[in-house]
């Protein structure tokens, strides 16, 4: 099993819509969660930490479940500019070591 | 906004060519890192250092590559003898003061190997 794993997508949705993204994590002592964004042929950007009792930025809401261990990113309202690969990140605790999952590829369409 | 910075942006080498990837990160920043992405392929870590020694390293890291934070300021990634499969994107990422801070990322080096 991939130690982050992610629906490759893409997902095409139109402007407005609302789509959610989940991760999965192998490693249970994993600790801090994270959502990032690239940009094509960018560098990745954080989009978001994920918090155990959830977390709210504008039109994202990040998501934890330790028990299943999956993490889900929902984004409301979805502009042109949303557009990219949203990518999941955990680190293990003890560890520097952040793992990166493959990424989802979001396109919005006008 | 401060920012983390990467030379040169694009790096065209000859396999077996020693090259030597440049940061700058963030000033006052403790943690820094290298990751690379091979074209189409995730972000995968290749290395954590803090207080002057590597922190943690993957399976990637091997002989062949080196950290080096010369002068308190660059932190450079050499890789001694590189081979075709080296070409990526390399990315640098600096961290103010504990894992769970945000991690910055520079704009990356383009390496390719011929």
């Known amino acids: 099993r991939k130690e982050v794993e992610q629906d490759p997508g893409p997902f095409n949705v139109p402007e407005g819509a609302t789509v959610a993204f989940n991760c999965t994590y192998s490693n249970s002592a994993s600790q801090s969660f994270f959502w990032y964004r690239q940009d094509c042929r960018k560098e990745p950007k954080l989009l978001m930490s994920v918090y155990s009792s959830g977390n709210e930025d504008g039109r994202f809401t990040a998501q934890l479940n330790r028990a299943s261990q999956y993490i889900s990113l929902l984004i409301r309202d979805s502009k042109l500019s949303d557009s990219a690969t949203y990518l999941c990140?955990?680190?293990?605790?003890?560890?520097?070591?952040?793992?990166f999952g493959t990424g989802t590829r979001l396109k919005v369409l006008a | 906004e401060p920012e983390v910075t990467q030379t040169p942006s694009h790096q065209v080498t000859q396999m077996g060519q020693e090259v030597i990837l440049r940061c700058v990160p963030i000033?006052?920043?403790?943690?820094f890192y290298w990751y690379r992405q091979i074209l189409g392929q995730k972000v995968e870590f290749l290395v954590s250092?803090?207080?002057?020694?590597?922190?943690?390293k993957s399976e990637i890291f091997d002989d062949q590559f080196s950290v080096e934070r010369p002068d308190g300021s660059n932190f450079t990634l050499k890789i001694r003898s590189t081979k075709l499969e080296d070409s990526a994107m390399y990315f640098c990422a600096s961290q103010a003061l504990a894992v769970t801070d945000t991690q910055y990322f520079g704009p990356g080096t383009r390496l390719t190997v011929l």
């Open positions: 990140v955990v680190r293990s605790s003890g560890t520097y070591k952040y793992i």
């Open positions: 250092f803090y207080n002057n020694e590597i922190s943690e």
């Open positions: 000033s006052n920043h403790l943690y």
